[in-house]
């Protein structure tokens, strides 16, 4: 059973920087599809980055600012958020699935999710 684990969450000022991790477990993950997502209040679920085995995306919104990055030796995949916004405002999510997709309802494993505030 897969199992997914956020952490790194909280409350920063605009300008600030995170660094969100998400531990893995319930299989190896090497050639899995990993990434974050996030769901600000009254909005849907949105995708920020994606990181596969050869490929990498970001949203645009993000582009320049975040970065994913994955380690397979231990299962996890982190997201680096420099110049956060306001907007970047949410709760953020790790999911993985065995291809590369960016689209939220392909994914069906996701973590607990960790609130990220920013402050203006």
């Known amino acids: 059973q897969v199992q997914l684990v956020e952490s790194g969450g909280g409350l920063v000022q605009a300008g600030a920087s995170l660094t969100l991790s998400c531990a893995a477990s319930g299989r190896t993950f090497s050639a899995y599809a990993m990434g974050w997502f996030r769901q600000a209040p009254g909005k849907e679920r949105e995708v920020v980055a994606v990181i596969g085995s050869t490929r990498t995306y970001y949203a645009d919104s993000v582009k320049g600012r975040f970065t994913i990055s994955r380690d397979n030796a231990k299962n996890t995949v982190s997201l680096q958020m420099n110049s956060l916004k306001p907007e970047d405002t949410a709760v953020y999510y790790c999911?993985?699935?065995?291809?590369?997709?960016?689209?939220?309802?392909?994914?069906?494993?996701w973590g607990q999710g960790t609130q990220v505030t920013v402050a203006s």
């Open positions: 999911a993985v699935r065995r291809f590369f997709s960016t689209a939220v309802v392909d994914y069906a494993n």
